[in-house]
């Protein structure tokens, strides 16, 4: 089969902004584009300058107006064995209900809402309702420490937190209720409300005159008939921030607009995804990453499609059949998660035997992304499931893929350990440190030149100069993805890993340099270094490495527990951090840099060489022994 992927890229680079007014021909707009793309706005240009949108109304009243009993959400939840479905017209309703609910709590236009709350339809309402009345929300992940969620009210300071009770975790109800009291009593900027959904699972203690109970007001208000319009937004103004991972505890609030996002958002449906309106598409991840915000909300309501909002796990839940009972139960044509969850079901069903008691007939694609597709893990799922296998590469900044395998325009080959071509809109480049081209196959950095293509990010929130800083500085001209890897003689790209101090567990984005800033915090501890080290289940594990204070007598072992119950506590379970190491000193180059890649390849048993800069060889020896029986 031959793919249009070639044609449409040469397309989009012969005349972006002709291009991108076509894509923008699925989204309706109040007012169109003054201009398709305005160079002279933000930090390399705006897209869609001047026009006035209502991603809610996209997403939802243009569905329900037209198709209204079509399904627009499937909500499935192993872990308190419940289901439910919303059909457009009644998506429509809820959300407008909500809406008016927290504009009378005095929420409006360009208001911030913090929205903590675990994998339930309440939270996509929730999120679109605050996008019908121009209010920025911003999702934290229920995995995240009560000191992360303050951060992030510290930085959005939201007028209004909407929150659940607590969050089903396999292994226990996590209560949401405490964390979110703990993060309040710790932010400087509080927000004057909080709204609370009660959940059956536990029912969490209020704070008179400042939480008021979700299930009472919205009841009240659809006593009352009480709905809110879409209230038309401007293309550039902000939809949502999202947080994420920087270099430091401090992360970094990703902000995505309006307009762009749901143009590249539709395109990619299509032309990426391969999917048309009223199918069913499930992204088994959570609301509060990326590929939640993008691809269980924004894009499958944007294209008329049916998601899931899936409350379980790949396994465990009950069974590592989980995955296919869904596809086969809600006749789910497409699935995007993270490799972690295919290496997960391999683990525990390596022959598949599960999938044989499922009729997989309709299901289409697979989509991988999050963190790198080991070809193994790949190979298993195209022998497993017999469809096509999609590895594809994107980030929270850019919001939708960078490269990927368009199936709406063809499929091309397959090149396992490749997320395959740069989509249109991304002119990908790998430079040297000097910024310079390198030869096809050879490695460096990966960089995109600028404009970035409508959905990526236009800016941080509030923070300007950080945005540029983080991302144009670098690279004259162009943007720096932190990710490092080559492109061969056919444009094939390959991610080989990242730059900075970012790992990928579990498919979630961590920051060493964050979990290096609580291990300092520790009293006893004098200097240390937390690496990712390879892992067979989540591709990496964090590993901290501690030398504790001179005349400290403690027992080591003691002081590791508290080191992994400070990161918990501090970062959140989702970090993942179980080893910490107590060594005597750190390898360091003569100037003091301590030696983390060397450090790294030990771990791993990766190949290594002795860096001619290091202070003191001896200090590698020790490490390797440290780590022996550890990982
Ligand atoms: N709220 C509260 N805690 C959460 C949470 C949430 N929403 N999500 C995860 N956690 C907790 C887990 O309970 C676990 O806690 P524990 O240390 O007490 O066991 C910890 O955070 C780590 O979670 P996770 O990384 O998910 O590991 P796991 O061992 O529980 O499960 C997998 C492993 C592979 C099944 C799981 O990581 C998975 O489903 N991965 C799919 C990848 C994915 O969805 N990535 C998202 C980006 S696309
Ligand atoms: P996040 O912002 O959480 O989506 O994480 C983005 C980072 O995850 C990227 O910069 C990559 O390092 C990594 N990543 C995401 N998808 C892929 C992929 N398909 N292949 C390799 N790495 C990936």
Redesign the pocket.
């Known amino acids: 089969m031959s793919s249009r992927y070639h044609e449409t890229y040469a397309q989009w680079k012969a005349d972006p902004q002709a291009f991108w007014a076509e894509a923008a021909n699925a989204i309706d707009w109040i007012k169109p584009a003054d201009k398709v793309f305005d160079p002279s706005q933000g930090a390399y240009g705006r897209w869609f300058a001047g026009a006035e949108c209502n991603t809610c109304w996209n997403a939802v009243d243009r569905h329900a107006a037209n198709r209204g009993d079509t399904l627009a959400l499937i909500y499935d939840s192993p872990v308190t064995g419940s289901k439910r479905t919303l059909t457009y017209a009644e998506l429509k309703d809820e959300v407008a209900t909500l809406a008016a609910v927290i504009a009378d709590m005095g929420v409006a236009k360009g208001d911030r809402v913090i929205i903590y709350m675990p994998m339930i339809p309440e939270a996509v309402v929730a999120m679109l309702a605050c996008a019908r009345i121009g209010a920025i929300h911003s999702v934290v992940f229920g995995g995240f420490a009560a000191k992360e969620l303050a951060t992030r009210l510290d930085d959005a300071a939201p007028k209004l937190v909407l929150a659940a009770s607590c969050g089903i975790e396999p292994n226990r109800v996590v209560q949401y209720k405490p964390l979110l009291d703990e993060a309040i009593a710790l932010a400087s900027n509080k927000p004057a409300s909080v709204l609370l959904l009660q959940r059956r699972q536990c029912e969490a203690a209020m704070q008179p005159g400042r939480d008021y109970d979700w299930a009472a007001l919205v009841a009240k208000a659809r006593a009352a008939g009480k709905q809110a319009d879409c209230v038309p937004v401007l293309a550039t103004d902000p939809l949502y921030v999202l947080y994420?991972s920087g270099t430091t505890g401090k992360p970094k609030g990703v902000v995505r607009d309006n307009g762009g996002n749901m143009v590249a958002l539709a395109w990619s449906m299509t032309n990426l995804y391969g999917v048309a309106p009223g199918e069913v598409f499930w992204a088994a991840s959570d609301v509060g990453?990326?590929v939640g915000h993008s691809y269980i909300v924004y894009a499958p309501l944007l294209a008329g499609c049916t998601t899931v909002v899936y409350e379980g796990k790949p396994v465990g839940t009950p069974d590592p059949g989980a995955f296919w009972r869904m596809i086969s139960e809600h006749k789910i044509k497409v699935l995007f998660t993270a490799p972690t969850a295919f290496r997960a079901i391999k683990k525990e069903d390596p022959k598949a035997e599960h999938l044989k008691r499922y009729d997989m007939g309709g299901f289409r694609a697979l989509f991988l992304?999050?963190?790198?597709?080991d070809p193994d893990t790949v190979q298993w799922a195209e022998d497993i499931l017999k469809v096509p296998v999609i590895?594809?590469?994107?980030?929270?900044e850019t919001g939708w893929a960078i490269a990927g395998n368009p199936l709406g325009l063809g499929q091309l080959p397959v090149k396992h350990g490749s997320?395959t071509v740069a989509m249109p809109g991304y002119d990908v480049q790998i430079v040297d440190e000097g910024g310079k081209p390198v030869m096809p196959n050879q490695m460096g950095s990966i960089v995109v030149k600028l404009p970035l293509p409508p959905g990526c990010l236009p800016t941080l929130w509030h923070a300007d100069d950080r945005f540029k800083e983080s991302y144009l500085a670098a690279y004259p001209g162009y943007y720096n993805?932190?990710?490092a890897g080559f492109m061969d003689e056919d444009g094939y790209l390959f991610?080989m890993g990242?730059t900075d101090d970012i790992i990928?567990v579990a498919g979630h984005?961590l920051s060493t340099g964050g979990m290096e800033e609580v291990l300092a915090s520790h009293p006893d501890v004098a200097e240390c270094a937390v690496i990712g080290v390879k892992d067979s289940l989540k591709g990496e594990q964090p590993c901290g490495f501690v030398v504790l204070k001179a005349g400290v007598n403690r027992s080591p072992l003691e002081i590791e527990k508290e080191i992994v119950q400070l990161v918990r506590d501090r970062i959140g379970p989702v970090a993942a951090f179980k080893i910490a190491i107590t060594v005597n000193r750190l390898p360091k180059t003569r100037s003091g840099k301590i030696l983390r890649g060397t450090m790294k390849k030990i771990a791993d048993g990766d190949e290594w060489s002795m860096p001619a800069t290091i202070d003191d060889p001896a200090v590698l020896d020790e490490i390797a022994r440290a780590l022996e029986g550890k990982i």
């Open positions: 994420t990453w990326v992304a999050g963190e790198r597709a590895d594809h590469w994107w980030q929270t997320p993805t932190s990710d991610i990242r990928n984005r």
